[in-house]
């Protein structure tokens, strides 16, 4: 609903497998609030744990703490929250989806 506050489930397919200390980077309309502290965790497709950080552009980059690397062509389900859902209905604008290397490098985007 516009305005409401709750988990956001983003599900994505792999193209290439993601280290097993890869990172998740989202990037989001400025238009929705994601509430720090900012938790996330897998849902499926993936094991360990995320670290979730978001930068002043309100990008949010999840970083992978998992036992082995996720393979490609996997779906991802991972369980974000608390984010602000935009204060109207309507189109929301565009979300991107990158997997990253630790180094910064992008794997898919």
């Given at each position: 609903?516009?305005?409401?506050?709750?988990?956001?489930?983003?599900?994505?397919?792999?193209?290439?497998?993601?280290?097993?200390?890869?990172?998740?980077r989202?990037?989001?309309?400025?238009?929705?609030a994601?509430?720090?502290?900012?938790?996330?965790?897998?849902?499926?497709?993936?094991d360990?744990?995320l670290?979730?950080?978001?930068?002043?552009?309100?990008?949010?980059?999840?970083?992978r703490?998992?036992?082995?690397?996720?393979?490609?062509?996997?779906?991802?389900?991972?369980?974000?929250?608390t984010?602000?859902?935009?204060?109207r209905?309507?189109?929301?604008?565009?979300?991107?989806?990158?997997?990253?290397?630790?180094?910064?490098?992008?794997?898919?985007?």
């Amino acid at each position: 609903a516009a305005g409401a506050a709750g988990a956001v489930t983003l599900a994505f397919t792999t193209q290439n497998p993601i280290p097993r200390d890869g990172r998740i980077r989202l990037r989001i309309p400025s238009e929705f609030a994601p509430l720090a502290p900012l938790h996330a965790r897998f849902l499926s497709g993936a094991d360990g744990y995320l670290v979730t950080t978001i930068d002043d552009d309100g990008v949010i980059t999840m970083s992978r703490d998992g036992e082995a690397d996720a393979p490609g062509l996997t779906e991802m389900r991972i369980e974000i929250g608390t984010v602000v859902n935009v204060p109207r209905s309507g189109d929301t604008g565009s979300i991107e989806v990158c997997t990253v290397l630790d180094d910064g490098r992008e794997i898919d985007c």
